[in-house]
Structure formats: C-alpha cells, structure tokens
C-alpha cells in the first residue's frame, strides 16, 4: 500500500465500513458487553434451569415478538432512510428516519407497558436471579434504544449521507441486539 493509499485510509479495515469509524468502535464495544451479559445469562441459567423456566413462564412472547418485529421494522426504514439519502431525497429520507424513531418509541413504550405488568405482579430486580438478568439485559437495551432514537433524530437534523451512515449502523446494533435477546431470555429454556 502507497503512502497515499494509508493516508486515504486512517482508519485502517474500519475506514471501509459504512459512516464514521468511530461508531464502528462503539458498536464493537457494546457487541462485546451484550455478549458477556448474554453468557453471564446463559451460564446463570444453565446453574438454574428451574428457576429460568419459571421465570420465562412469567413473561409474554407474543410482546416480546411483537417488539422483535417493532425494532426489524424500524430498522428497515432506517436503512431505506440511507437509500434515500444517497438518491438526493432528503425529505424523503427524513421521513423515513421520523418512521423509524416513531417505531423505536413504540418499542420503548411496549417495554415499559411490559415492566409495569411486572411491578404490578410483584416481581423487579430483586426478585431472583432471572429477573435481576431479565431486567438488567432488557433495561441496558432499552437504554440503547433511546439512545438511538436521539441518534438517529441528530443525524435526520445535520442529514449528510455519512451521518446517516453512522447513525442507522448504531440503530442496526441495536436491533441484532434484540434478535439475539429476544430468544434468549424469552423463549430459549
């Protein structure tokens, strides 16, 4: 590679990647934080398959399939949003990302409809080594989740195509994330 070449390419195999780098260092980190939450879940489990199966049977894997399709949705129009960018169709790609953060609102609201059924059965954090996981995976989500929402309504502003690029690469992490999760902690026993 020509000195020219390195200089074009700063980032090394990160600068090929879609948006900033930066995020693509982001994203690696919390991948690799889900993955030790999702073992440290596995793991407990496997110690206590009963108390796991009890607790699953407690929550609702319709709710949580229907937010699995929320967030896939919602992570389609992000990435009709960047396609639209790239065609010169800014009002366009903003509606889709508005599309997008409105999906990822429902997502957030059907979570908390969820832990609300939850508090009011009596069950939180405390309640036993399920739940402690349960809702510190689904909280730490949920917290990514608004997070991407400001995001993706930060890059829908200051709306170039790498922006968009960056933002709905963040907005992917976070629905992979949920695909794996949803299994997981609801149906996988």
Do not use: C
Request: glycine letters at 10%; charged letters at 10%.
């Amino acid at each position: 590679m020509t000195m020219a070449q390195e200089e074009e390419r700063p980032w090394g195999g990160l600068s090929d990647l879609p948006g900033h780098p930066m995020m693509w260092v982001l994203i690696l980190t919390e991948v690799v934080t889900f993955g030790l939450l999702f073992v440290a879940f596995s793991v407990a489990g496997a110690v206590q398959p009963a108390l796991f199966a009890a607790g699953r049977a407690q929550l609702d894997p319709l709710l949580g399939g229907a937010n699995t399709l929320v967030l896939i949705t919602s992570g389609w129009l992000a990435a009709l949003a960047v396609e639209a960018r790239l065609a010169e169709r800014r009002g366009a790609a903003r509606a889709l990302l508005a599309g997008a953060m409105a999906l990822g609102l429902l997502f957030a609201g059907l979570k908390l409809v969820e832990y609300t059924g939850k508090a009011q059965a009596g069950i939180g954090l405390e309640t036993d080594t399920f739940f402690t996981l349960y809702f510190l995976l689904t909280g730490f989500h949920l917290l990514h989740v608004l997070l991407g929402i400001v995001i993706l309504a930060t890059v829908a502003i200051h709306d170039s195509a790498d922006n968009l690029k960056t933002g709905t690469a963040f907005w992917h992490m976070v629905d992979l994330v949920w695909v794996v999760m949803y299994p997981l902690v609801y149906l996988i026993g």
